[in-house]
């Protein structure tokens, strides 16, 4: 484990330590076998091959039973008060430690809202009934009110892991808009973007480490779809939306371009419009931005300043959570609906980290425009992590 993520990890546990006592949680059960659970790398900073059960303590004394070829990976982490290994099967070994454990409230990762906090498998779970049996329903909780928490609440390490992967992305986006030239593919666009990350040291942030970005030609299409062979022309607009990832942790930034048509030195009246409007919507949804707002209300900001601007309601949600994932759960900044979503009525607090995305969205080739910005929420108001886009950005045709 390098030292930012075991500092990052000392940090979450002790962030769990204080959560478990304020919901009257002794224990919080993680069991994983090859990295099933999400939560692992954040919690513990180790991927587990084999079947582990980490018993992580309100008291701090924390347990790991593991086999004896992952051993010495728990160890390394100086986390635990025992690390305790099984031969062939755990069932024994397993029963002894929770005999000694006495729990009273068990927490287990499993929810019905969040995917980021529904690691614990089914086969797991049914595995966990069958050595524990009745006793089990009776003390079991959902450890989201505690995960989600740990996912959100960054900690001032993870803030400066967050704010290196945006400085890298922001560079990026800096460089390969003085190379894009008219006549490259959306293919060949992504392609300096890999480019800028190998001589950075750093992956992409969705998916695999060198995967191209969102690029996207306006006329050919705007959705979340893999860049294509088709060759820019005067008169485009370019989507470009881009994560990266710095020490485990990810940028997600969007930016629009325009291809100038000869004799052009500016963007037709339509297309600035469109790009002034997702400009505003940005601005007023951070503006709205303070804890202990719910998700919805800010959304409803950068919705209706795109609605005011004459164009159709976003099809997604004005912003998300950024950590470890490029879609980190927790709450969602997103519209209210039926039946109702536990996300979007989620209360923003101090030291979550979204992405801001109020998108002018239009089909048949009208002017779309996606800017993607990144905040802080603090206690005096939002801190905006990345250089804003505040004008087109406008590359000659020839």
Not at 179 to 206: H, P, S, W
Request: aromatic content about 6%.
């Amino acid at each position: 484990m390098n030292s930012s993520n075991s500092i990052i990890t000392l940090e979450k546990l002790t962030q769990a330590e204080g959560l478990l006592k304020e919901h009257e949680i002794d224990t919080w059960l993680i069991l994983s076998r090859e990295g099933s659970d999400p939560s692992l790398p954040l919690v513990v900073g180790v991927r587990s091959v084999h079947l582990a059960a980490i018993f992580i303590r309100s008291n701090g004394e924390h347990i790991v039973l593991t086999s004896q070829s992952d051993r010495g990976s728990y160890e390394s982490t100086k986390l635990f008060k025992q690390v305790i290994t099984y031969e062939a099967g755990m069932e024994e070994a397993f029963l002894d430690v929770w005999t000694k454990l006495n729990c009273q409230r068990l927490a287990l990762n499993i929810s019905e809202n969040d995917h980021m906090c529904d690691g614990l498998s089914q086969g797991l779970y049914e595995w966990l009934t069958d050595v524990l049996g009745d006793r089990l329903e009776e003390i079991e909780v959902s450890s989201e009110p505690v995960l989600s928490n740990i996912r959100s609440i960054k900690s001032k390490s993870e803030i400066e892991c967050i704010q290196k992967a945006i400085d890298h992305t922001t560079d990026i986006f800096e460089t390969v808009f003085s190379r894009i030239e008219c006549g490259m593919t959306e293919i060949e666009i992504g392609e300096l973007f890999v480019k800028e990350m190998k001589a950075r040291g750093v992956t992409n942030g969705l998916g695999e480490p060198y995967d191209l970005p969102l690029v996207c030609t306006v006329r050919n299409g705007l959705a979340h779809r893999k860049p294509g062979p088709y060759k820019t022309e005067p008169g485009d607009i370019i989507i470009i939306d881009f994560s990266l990832k710095y020490e485990h942790y990810v940028s997600d930034i969007a930016r629009t371009c325009y291809i100038l048509k000869p004799g052009e030195d500016k963007a037709p009246d339509d297309i600035q419009h469109a790009f002034d409007t997702a400009i505003d919507a940005i601005t007023k949804t951070i503006e709205a931005v303070a804890p202990g707002k719910k998700g919805y209300e800010i959304d409803a900001a950068g919705r209706k300043r795109i609605v005011e601007g004459g164009y159709p309601t976003i099809r997604h949600s004005v912003g998300h959570q950024i950590g470890r994932s490029t879609h980190n759960g927790g709450t969602t900044l997103g519209p209210r609906r039926t039946p109702v979503r536990p996300q979007v009525e989620g209360v923003l607090q101090a030291g979550e980290v979204y992405a801001i995305e109020p998108t002018v969205i239009q089909d048949n080739g009208l002017p779309c425009i996606l800017v993607e910005e990144n905040i802080l929420v603090t206690e005096q108001g939002p801190v905006i992590l990345s250089k804003r886009q505040t004008e087109l950005v406008l590359i000659p045709s020839h």
